[in-house]
């Protein structure tokens, strides 16, 4: 699978004009403005049309654009992006397995932090401790975003802390509406699944060599497959509408660059505050199932690595750093 074949390169300048222009616009003066031949434009808007922007063509006129597809299209995610760092190369794909896989192998070949990779539908695609995650087509975010943090692995809870932080201001953003996280990194609206992130790490002895930071969110599903329907949700069912995909993935970027900034440059004490005030997790009592091992306590704290703090039946403190979290025997909804 090539993944420059998804990138847009050359196509978000055409867009660019297009979009600028109150009417029809001519090949010769699009060429003139892109420093391209007649038949290079001709090409750029013919691959446009394929991936669904509708540009009317008149040999008379020229081209207009009268309507831009509901993808997640490099051009589109770029236009106006606020981002230094965590704008791309954008690698967009129809169907994918997983967008974390894919993110994987790329930044395996040495693919920039930055790197995105979003799919329209996923037919393999993963939850945390080895869930699957319901990825169906046009409806949800499914994006997979390449870092290179120049940390020692011990520091990944955190950046799973950080994503999920700039998951809310998004949603919050775009939305209108303000999950809470189930530590570490669940998003639950109304006490139901509204998303996850998948974080997957390759170290280099004792530093990380790359993260893969995976998101997945509900965001225009009118329903879920039987088995979900009690424990998930989406915007469009808690809301009543349907919300821009591509407005909530840039805002994601957008919000994950200024806090991931702030945590290279100042540390995780902010961050660690805005999580604790966004969470549901913490004063409940909760079961944490590792595999075949459970723990049930009070959830105390988070640590400043990330971890999190319960305190058991006996009044042990015990630091968990990966697991689920059920509510516990005196816990209400929404745990
Ligand atoms: C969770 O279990 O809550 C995490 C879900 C993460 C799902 C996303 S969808 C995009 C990326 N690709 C995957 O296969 N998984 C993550």
Do not use: C
């Amino acid at each position: 699978m090539s993944p420059g074949k998804g990138s847009g390169q050359g196509l978000a300048a055409v867009l660019q004009v297009l979009r600028g222009a109150a009417d029809a616009v001519s090949g010769e003066y699009l060429a003139a403005q892109l420093g391209l031949s007649r038949a290079a434009v001709w090409k750029r808007v013919h691959r446009l049309k394929a991936q669904g922007y509708v540009i009317e063509g008149s040999p008379r006129r020229g081209y207009r654009l009268l309507a831009v597809p509901d993808k997640l299209l490099p051009a589109e995610v770029l236009q106006g992006l606020q981002a230094r760092v965590f704008k791309g190369p954008v690698h967009h794909f129809e169907t994918l397995d997983s967008s974390n896989n894919l993110a994987k192998e790329l930044a395996a070949r040495g693919a920039p932090e930055g790197t995105v990779v979003v799919a329209e539908a996923q037919t393999g695609g993963r939850g945390r401790l080895g869930r699957e995650w319901d990825s169906p087509p046009g409806v949800g975010l499914y994006v997979s975003l390449v870092l290179r943090p120049m940390l020692p692995p011990t520091d990944l809870p955190q950046i799973t802390l950080i994503s999920a932080v700039a998951v809310v201001r998004a949603v919050r953003r775009v939305a209108g509406v303000a999950p809470g996280i189930k530590w570490p990194n669940d998003l639950l609206l109304n006490g139901k699944k509204l998303g996850g992130v998948l974080t997957e790490m390759e170290t280099e002895s004792d530093r990380i060599s790359h993260v893969v930071v995976g998101l997945g969110l509900n965001v225009n599903n009118p329903e879920f497959p039987a088995e979900l329907a009690a424990t998930a949700t989406s915007l469009t069912l808690a809301a009543g509408r349907a919300f821009s995909r591509v407005d909530l993935l840039k805002a994601w970027l957008e919000e994950f660059e200024g806090l991931y900034d702030r945590f290279l440059n100042q540390g995780f004490a902010e961050i660690l505050e805005e999580w604790k005030g966004l969470t549901v997790t913490l004063g409940r009592a909760v079961t944490v199932r590792q595999g075949p091992r459970e723990i049930s306590g009070l959830a105390l704290d988070v640590a400043p690595d990330g971890a999190l703090l319960l305190r058991t039946a006996g009044g042990e403190i015990v630091r968990v750093i990966s697991g689920e979290i059920t509510p516990g025997p005196e816990a209400g909804p929404g745990v």
